[in-house]
């Protein structure tokens, strides 16, 4: 099993809405990765987690809370967010440790829209 | 800090050859790895390089000179469904133990053209 799954697909929420994103893999990975997309832009890293604990915050604004309950799911808790946090959210996990082969699989992602 | 820079976009023939650059400045080196991007999906996963020189898959090849802080992404026999967007992407050592971050550079975006 290859596949990182991401729900739900599409997301539209209100600023003053809580949700949540999902991630899941069966890889064995220990390492699990939560990217934003704007259209036509890379992906930008927002949080790892390594072994199920924070590794890297890059700066990311409160109003998104990750959490990792197990080695096998990824969450993203939403709340309050504004217009400009509509993105694509793309979730990735791979091996981790020190040389070689490490790929980075991605999820579908779930397109979210705030109104 | 990270720093990689790609062409924005590139126009090619069907059943030519194309050649992406991808010059990065990284503080540490794990890899380097090239996805491709369809408008509105996931990347996927092309190519990784970690030590110098070109890795051969199909019509798909990548090099890369670390001295030089420099790769490029070989397409050959283009095909109409290569149209995309390709990303570089440089693999570093992160804070946390074992961890590593991933960076990616803006993209190329690829037209292939009858």
């Known amino acids: 099993d290859t596949e990182v799954t991401q729900t739900p697909k599409h997301l539209v929420m209100g600023m003053t809405n809580k949700k949540s994103l999902k991630c899941e893999q069966h890889?064995?990975?220990?390492?699990m990765y939560w990217y934003k997309q704007k259209a036509k832009k890379p992906p930008e890293l927002m949080f790892v987690y390594s072994y199920e604990k924070l590794s890297i915050n890059e700066s990311v604004p409160s109003r998104f809370s990750p959490e990792c309950p197990n080695s096998s799911l990824l969450n993203l808790h939403l709340h309050a967010l504004q217009p400009e946090d509509s993105a694509l959210y793309l979730c990735?996990?791979?091996?981790?440790?020190?040389?070689?082969?490490?790929?980075?699989?991605f999820g579908p992602g779930t397109r979210l829209t705030v109104t | 800090g990270q720093n990689i820079d790609q062409p924005t976009e590139m126009t090619a023939t069907e059943g030519a050859i194309v050649q992406i650059n991808c010059t990065y400045q990284t503080s540490g080196f794990n890899g380097l790895f090239w996805y491709q991007q369809h408008a509105g999906e996931a990347p996927t996963f092309l190519s990784y390089n970690v030590l110098d020189g070109l890795e051969e898959k199909g019509r798909f090849s990548s090099f890369l000179s670390r001295s030089k802080g420099y790769s490029y992404l070989l397409l050959k026999e283009l095909q109409m469904k290569d149209s995309a967007s390709y990303l570089c992407?440089?693999?570093?050592?992160?804070?946390?133990?074992?961890?590593?971050?991933?960076?990616f550079g803006k993209g190329t975006k690829l037209s292939v053209i009858p």
């Open positions: 990735a996990s791979s091996q981790t440790g020190s040389g070689g082969f490490y790929e980075q699989y």
């Open positions: 890889m064995g990975h220990r390492a």
């Open positions: 992407a440089v693999r570093a050592p992160a804070t946390g133990a074992g961890s590593y971050q991933l960076t």
